[in-house]
């Protein structure tokens, strides 16, 4: 009986603890090596210095602005989207929103340069008028103009669906009460909106806390400066491993609190009852203001989010295309850029799918319910570790072992692999454990298992989630720029972080080319591996 029960899960188990087994290796490992270095006089010497508080201030002071800012502002256009449900390019309008999330942040930074700048667009719209704008960007101002342009549309799509909790029951009562569109507000989206609203703010929070590329390029100096920034000044300019390493515990110490609340906050969260709202039944849609209030803060919102992308392929046709496109350092960069992504997506699909597996065998063959949530939980472990902590213990590894030119591109791999392993495994994990439970029976009574019945049965099932988590994983690790920027040191490692040198050397001209290179490259390999997977 033993042996029938030892034969049983075997099989189920080891792929998830093969996954699971790499995952806490590598934190190990890269925890260890910050360890080796923090002694305990040198942490309190560190703790104890002005400027360890002065940036640990800096950093909780620019996330909560920019994260106060961002929800202040998505609500009324989540309101606005959801209360007009039927206009023209509505569609087009909230799926081209999704555009920021996907972006490379570097790219974005340089389309917003290219709009608020001192030379920008905006200036040269308002010339004939002899108004001059002038933004400080590179402080606290550009540092919550790029956060908000990034976070206001991810918060505008996760705010939406809690309308879609509000009955058409609801809508009539208020119709038939008589309440005005600000008692509407107060009675019945409120209390919808407030559940969705704590998770959200958490989510946006930790974006701008673990922000890198944003404050490395319009920091602006020490007085502007996030724990990430000063690990990666530790490292480069000071050379202080030591330094660098307290840092990186701080950061996740940080980092490890928000992310308790985020778990916290997440399970508040509760789910439509499948009875969408029809927006249309409220009794304030036909109201003139309301109307205009709307869509003028539709158009505004459209208007802040798209005019740096369009300032940016202006920007980059009117550059030297020729001269740059014919860089082979461009390629080599593209090429590398590329390797890392396809390793990085490789191996968060692997572990992924090994995973979310092992997390079906738990649930549908052992009947624990709670040890498939902890399977997966600890597979979205990395959401408390950023991967610059992550990448520091690399590169103080490779330190140690003399080998940060050799082994640089499967260490940048490896850590981006992690960043987006959580994105990847809650995309196919619901997904593979619901066609489990349709067509187990089925699959064991035509003797179906393993490469037969994934290839037959599950990956048709999960193959378009799949195919987009992947692609998307494969996107935002082309155009990552933290932990490749932490390892280079010539500046044409990666395609992102060759950009940032040429905006440092105040090389516009090429790096516009250069910033419309990458976003299209990114775009392609997104729509490549979609297409190619989802077939």
């Known amino acids: 009986m033993n042996l029938t029960l030892s034969t049983r899960w075997r099989p189920g188990l080891w792929p998830g603890a093969i996954a699971l087994f790499l995952l806490t290796a590598v934190i190990a490992g890269s925890l260890t090596a910050l360890g080796a270095l923090s002694d305990t006089a040198f942490i309190i010497a560190t703790l104890r210095d002005p400027y360890f508080f002065q940036v640990v201030r800096f950093t909780l002071w620019q996330a909560t602005l920019s994260t106060l800012i961002s929800i202040i502002l998505a609500v009324p256009v989540a309101r606005a989207y959801a209360r007009r449900p039927a206009f023209a390019g509505r569609k087009i309008l909230i799926t081209l929103m999704g555009l920021p999330v996907v972006m490379p942040v570097i790219v974005a930074v340089f389309g917003i340069v290219a709009v608020y700048g001192r030379s920008g667009l905006l200036n040269f719209l308002l010339q004939p008028t002899g108004i001059s704008m002038s933004f400080e ?181 009117q550059g030297p295309v020729a001269a740059v496109l014919l860089d082979t350092d461009l390629w080599q960069a593209a090429a590398r850029s590329l390797g890392i992504a396809l390793m990085a997506t490789s191996l968060a699909g692997i572990m992924a799918l090994g995973i979310a597996s092992t997390a079906r065998f738990l649930v549908l063959e052992r009947r624990q319910k709670n040890a498939k949530e902890g399977l997966l939980l600890a597979g979205s472990l990395t959401l408390a570790f950023p991967p610059m902590v992550i990448g520091t213990g690399f590169f103080l590894i490779s330190l140690h072992l003399k080998a940060v030119d050799t082994i640089t591109l499967l260490m940048i791999a490896v850590v981006n692999a992690l960043m987006v392993l959580p994105y990847i495994l809650r995309s196919i994990a619901p997904v593979l454990i619901d066609s489990g439970q349709q067509y187990q029976k089925l699959c064991a009574q035509l003797g179906l298992s393993g490469w037969h019945r994934f290839r037959q049965v599950d990956w048709p099932m999960i193959r378009k989630p799949a195919a987009f988590s992947l692609a998307l994983g494969g996107a935002l690790s082309f155009g990552d720029m933290g932990v490749a920027a932490l390892f280079d040191t010539t500046g044409h490692i990666t395609l992102p972080v060759m950009l940032y040198q040429r905006m440092s050397a105040y090389r516009f001209d090429e790096a516009a ?13 997104f729509w490549i591996l979609d297409r190619s997977l989802s077939r």
């Open 137 to 317: 960007l590179y402080g606290l101002t550009g540092i919550l103009l790029a956060h908000t342009f990034f976070n206001l549309p991810l918060a505008v799509r996760l705010l939406l669906p809690a309308w879609d909790q509000i009955t058409n029951e609801n809508w009539r009562t208020a119709s038939t009460l008589g309440m005005s569109s600000t008692q509407l507000f107060r009675f019945i989206e409120w209390p919808a909106l407030s559940t969705f609203l704590p998770g959200v703010i958490v989510v946006v929070f930790l974006l701008c806390f673990t922000s890198f590329a944003v404050v490395l390029t319009l920091g602006g100096g020490p007085a502007a400066t996030t724990i990430e920034v000063a690990i990666y000044q530790a490292l480069r300019f000071e050379f202080d491993p030591a330094e660098a390493a307290v840092l990186a515990l701080a950061q996740l110490l940080l980092c490890a609190g928000t992310a308790l609340l985020l778990i916290r906050w997440m399970r508040v969260l509760s789910q439509t009852s499948g009875r969408k709202s029809d927006s249309r039944a409220r009794p304030d849609t036909g109201a003139r203001a309301g109307k205009l209030f709307d869509f003028g803060v539709i158009g505004l919102c459209g208007l802040f989010v798209f005019t740096p992308v369009a300032a940016l392929v202006i920007s980059g046709l």
């Open 513 to 525: 080319v250069t910033a419309l290179a990458l976003v299209l490259m990114c775009v392609a390999l």
